[in-house]
């Protein structure tokens, strides 16, 4: 290799990192902004009128994502006494349920955590982000016994599940078989 031709060399790896590194800043920039305009229509126009469940419930994720729990906690509260009166499907209350859930998760109130888990299993018993929110949820509490079993619920509908696998095996090594 000719050290005349190090510096382009130098300098096309540089170019080509400089050219990924925007591209997924733009990518975050516009789906920031994406995120950001859906939250002041919806904002705005639940603020102004009543909305429907699906409306709410969004509105509710986004300050999930927020991580602003109690707010979430209202809109999605909003979002199942809407569901109720529109007659929605019961996975998609149950979507619902577990989004309150993890609200309330976040927050440490864990009954009312576990509570949703099981109103969002009782409406949809294959739905395998709840079962793994419960495990989750046990396993914060110290419940090992339930948590293994809900893990292992989650293998029955998703045997390549990685977290319910992982959390499986370490749960086992505890839990003392008699």
Known sequence: MNQENLPIIYLSILLSLLLVASVVILRQVIKTRKVETTFAKLQKKLTEQKGTAIEYYELGS???????????????????????AEAVEPENKALIYNAIGYAY???????IAIRNYKEALKLYPEYVIALNNLGSVYQK??????????YEEVLKYESNNKTAKSRAESLRKRVVIK
Not at 62 to 82: N, P, R, T, V, W
Not at 105 to 111: G, L, R, S, T, V
Not at 141 to 150: F, P, R, V
């Open 105 to 111: 998760f976040a927050q440490e109130q864990y009954d």
């Open 141 to 150: 509490k110290q419940l090992t016994a339930q948590a293994l079993e809900a």
């Open 62 to 84: 986004i300050y999930l994502d927020k991580k602003l729990f109690s707010q979430s906690i209202k809109l999605l509260e909003k979002a199942l006494k809407m569901a109720d």
